[in-house]
């Protein structure tokens, strides 16, 4: 794995942009797969610090070139430059995330507004071609741990009541038929980390990071929703049911919305750091949960 720090990565961008060496530089994230350079409040560069991520940089790349005249909502026009050393660019989608207690505060212009973006974006989505999208580079999303792995590994974390509560959830996913709507390629990961919002106009500027998106069942589309605010993703999915024609299971959307929670909480289990995170998402979805 490359060591990258902001000067790093300040001496590459200005050696192939040399018009950019008295702007301001800002470390916007420095995760375990890419270093993601803010410079002037306006692009964005993204270095990838392996060989996987250099690779599913230059797939997210192939794919924004297909989804982005598709799509109704602004998403990143990823350049690449070839390097060495490989990185990104692209202009900053203006915005901060969309957290639940931000949602909260929405007046209810807004949060429609909202839902009905988010309805047509997954609509625009899920009526791409598959075989383009494959040739761009798409495949299944990251799977889920299997059910006997969650039972096995998050269950001995939770509080007896959620444990039992759990269980059941366990049992209800293992349960569920197959996709009613199939498999779609789509974005997988509509939670309002991944959103550049206006809070000052109420309004989504953009969608970013289609790094994990692919091939999975259609209703897993409206799971990630539920991390901002369970109304949003009822109103996302009534604008896409009036869109599309097709009806979208609630009861399968909360049961996919709780695995979710604890099969993350599963793969964390043994994270003294992330865990106990990952133990409030399930608490959280409890709280909300109606199955």
């Known amino acids: 794995m490359k060591t990258l720090d902001l000067s790093d990565c300040r001496d590459a961008i200005t050696a192939a942009f040399p018009g950019l060496s008295t702007a301001p530089f800002t470390l916007a994230t420095a995760g375990w797969d890419s270093v993601a350079v803010d410079v002037d409040d306006r692009l964005i560069f993204k270095f990838p610090r392996h060989i996987t991520a250099e690779k599913a940089l230059l797939r997210e790349a192939q794919l924004l070139s297909v989804i982005r005249p598709q799509v109704s909502i602004p998403v990143p026009d990823l350049r690449i430059h070839a390097g060495p050393p490989l990185f990104s660019i692209h202009e900053k989608l203006k915005g901060a995330h969309l957290v639940a207690g931000d949602y909260g505060r929405l007046p209810e212009d807004a949060r429609q507004r909202l839902g009905e973006m988010l309805g047509r974006f997954y609509a625009e989505l899920h009526r791409l071609d598959s075989a ?11 799977p889920w741990l299997t059910v006997d792995v969650v039972r096995a590994k998050a269950l001995p974390l939770l509080k007896n009541d959620l444990r039992a509560r759990s269980d059941t959830l366990i049992a209800a996913f293992a349960a ?11 974005f997988f ?7 550049a919002f206006d809070h000052a106009a109420g309004r989504l500027n953009g969608i970013y990071d289609f790094a994990d998106s692919g ?9 990630y ?14 604008a896409y049911e009036r869109l599309t024609g097709r009806a979208i299971d609630r009861r399968r959307v909360a049961i996919l919305t709780g695995f979710h929670r604890l ?3 599963a793969e964390l289990a043994d994270d003294p ?13 409890a709280g909300m949960a109606e199955l």
């Open 273 to 285: 750091e992330h865990a106990p995170e990952m133990v409030r998402n399930v608490e959280k979805w």
């Open 189 to 195: 990961d509509g939670h309002g980390w991944n959103m």
């Open 176 to 186: 569920l038929p197959p996709d009613p709507h199939g498999v779609t390629y789509g």
């Open 132 to 142: 383009r999208m494959v040739a761009a580079g798409a495949g299944p999303v990251a």
């Open 225 to 238: 929703s539920n991390f901002v605010s369970p109304d949003l993703t009822e109103r996302t999915m009534s």
């Open 263 to 265: 099969s993350e909480l």
């Open 215 to 223: 091939f999975a069942p259609l209703h897993q589309e409206f799971i």
